[in-house]
């Protein structure tokens, strides 16, 4: 590791760039920005820096060439006790790319489950206070808003560089906004999902949709994508059915359509379990042949659906993007390039569809996970 005076001045022209970047942001204002308290990814970038770090994450490493003393110190505060395994997958794929990359490190994690919010708040203090023992820390918060002081303090903190994971939006009110968001975005999904979806199917098509519960993500989810093949294609849709995310909620809204709307030839699924759901309905009553279903995410379940024939296509992330790019983040800062990142990191996302082979999906499979593995992780 850097020698602490060299790495003292890295840090403080790094806070310079950092509060200068939130007294300055939007960099493009948006005809609805007063109708919202955060900024959105396309107005707090610069120009061609999230296809860069992008293009870093999906490619062969290239090594740090500078020279350590010591090992980094990264201290990773999230919810990593809970169910999901986006957190442990995320974790696999930083460390695993920061060997690639030749860097020393050591980690310190801080997990909690989702709903200890307060416990997360002791943590951030903890880290906050103990900074000097830190170069990097990564927050996973609980929620965005009731952790939002936190992100502001260690931040602020100029002794540590400071990502968050799972979220894109950064905050308009906080004062010191971190060196990074890593996150992959609903709405992007939508738009590719769009574009696929008119490029397949072409203009003009009836439609039904399991919505997930009223939010921000199932407003991009469905949201978005009900607009962009409304506006782009002159998609109608006849029913919109709020499944909460829910395998039963897929399956009762999919039994409705089925019944009442027969004239829906597409079925929109706003997650994983909901599209499950759905094609289970389907199958029990022989239409899954007829219906041109949607799934969201790209899991392993939506995956085995599309090799089955039941399901037709869903956004795929490319799960171990966030941590990969963490770790392209933490090189780029040690040689000096942090002005050359985005402010917010949006993993890829690729359409799986059933006119992929089967060496074509299990490929998108391998490169979704390449870090973390395809099989299930042991907890």
Known sequence: MMNRKTTAALVAALLSSTFAMAQSLPLKELPDDADRDFWVPEQVNKEGSLQALQDATGTEAIAYTGTQEKPLQIALIYPSADVSDFWAR?????????????IKYETREFASRQVEHSLQATYAAQVDQDADLYD??????????????????????ED???????????????????????????AFGAQKMCDYMLER????VTYAMNRGIPGITDNQRSGDFKDCVAEKGNWNVVYEHYGEYQSEGGFEGTQLMLQAYPEAKVIHNAN????????????SVG????????GWGGTGLELDAIRRGELDATPMRMGDDVG??????????LEGRQEELPLVFLGRISIAHDQMSAEEL???EVEAFRFSGVDALER
């Open 272 to 283: 994983t379990a909901m599209a499950m759901g759905s094609v289970e309905a389907q199958v």
């Open 160 to 186: 540590l560089t400071t990502f968050v994971w799972a979220f894109h939006t950064p905050p308009k009110y906080l004062k010191n906004q971190p060196a990074g968001w890593f996150d992959f975005s609903s």
């Open 362 to 364: 299990d490929a998108l």
């Open 201 to 204: 199917l072409g203009n003009d």
């Open 324 to 333: 990969a790019a963490t770790a392209e983040a933490i090189k780029a800062h």
């Open 90 to 102: 995320n974790y696999l794929a930083m460390i695993k790319r920061l060997d690639q990359l030749g």
């Open 136 to 157: 990097f820390v990564i927050f996973g918060p609980s929620e965005l808003a009731t952790q939002a002081d936190n992100i502001d303090k260690l931040a602020g903190n």
């Open 287 to 294: 239409k899954e042949k007829e219906i041109f279903s949607t």
